[in-house]
């Protein structure tokens, strides 16, 4: 177990996207809210910073496309593990172009590329949870079994398994990697429920931090050289109650990254950035 969780959280690059003047009125949303465009712009361009001067990370910067007002959440367009890249097919039609300019950029860092064409599958990058030693699918309103089955076949090395996502958007709504064997898990119900079938039908072991908030259960762990554990999460002022379960996660550089308004259009802090590692040439 060691040997393969090794080089979990190691990344070297982030692919981002910027934030479309479309994405106000035209972005895709479970509730009908108003964004405000220059703090969404401002909020993305602090979270595009810190991935490159205070994190280290190469950024891959694509422009925003105003036809496609969810673009900046790249990472529905692909899942990328290792040296493969599979290029998703999303759940919503509107979407299904974001995957063009995402799989040029990934071609161009030399991943081999993998295309989801079944015209009968979809699948979100937001339903994906890679933990390191396997990968959990959420079927949800985006996501469907055979999606999930493409993802299996391109990634055969890890074991795939699905989970039903019975409230919010996508599995990683409620959930995501805290770090080596850790997942951090909301408090609600369907969250709670979903990591109990995580847990049955997994063969490792996994540790848990329950946060209150389900939305603050989305984080950004990383391995960095020189930094160590680093996890990016919600701010006191969005989930002060949350960012106190944080605090018991020591040895970790805890960076406090603003989301509000992103998050009015079911944007959580994984769905702006494709992180990436990418072996050195030698």
Do not use: W
Not at 159 to 172: D, E, F, I, N, Q
Not at 232 to 253: A, G, I, N, Q, R
């Amino acid at each position: 177990m060691a040997g393969l969780m090794a080089g979990f959280g190691h990344y070297t690059h982030a692919l981002v996207r910027g934030v479309p003047a479309s994405l106000t009125r035209a972005a895709l949303r479970m509730q009908p809210t108003e964004v405000d465009l220059d703090m969404a712009r401002r909020e993305h361009e602090a979270y595009v910073e810190l991935l490159r001067a205070r994190l280290g990370l190469e950024v891959v910067e694509l422009p925003a496309d105003e036809s496609l007002p969810d673009c900046v959440f790249v990472e529905d367009a692909a899942v990328v593990c290792g040296e493969t890249a599979l290029i998703t097919r999303p759940g919503a039609e509107s979407r299904r172009r974001e995957t063009d300019a995402v799989k040029r950029a990934l071609k161009d860092l030399n991943l081999n590329i993998v295309e989801m064409t079944d015209e009968n599958a979809t699948l979100d990058g937001g339903d994906v949870l890679f933990t390191g030693q396997e990968f959990f699918v959420g079927l949800s309103k985006r996501t469907n079994q055979r999606g999930a089955e493409i993802l299996a076949d391109a990634f055969k090395d890890y074991a795939v398994s699905t989970v039903p996502v019975m409230a919010g958007l996508h599995l990683k709504s409620f959930c995501s990697m805290g770090g080596p064997g850790l997942i951090i898990i909301g408090s609600s119900e369907p969250a709670q429920k979903a990591l109990k079938i995580m847990q049955q039908m997994s063969d490792y072991r996994y540790d848990k931090l329950t946060v209150p908030d389900d939305l603050a259960a989305n984080c950004i762990y990383m391995n960095l050289p020189n930094k160590g554990h680093v996890l990016l999460h919600c701010t006191e002022k969005e989930f002060p109650e949350s960012v106190k379960m944080f605090e018991k996660l020591k040895d970790y550089m805890l960076i406090p990254v603003c989301n509000s308004e992103k998050v009015k259009v079911d944007g959580a802090l994984t769905c702006c950035s494709v992180l990436i590692n990418q072996k050195a040439n030698i």
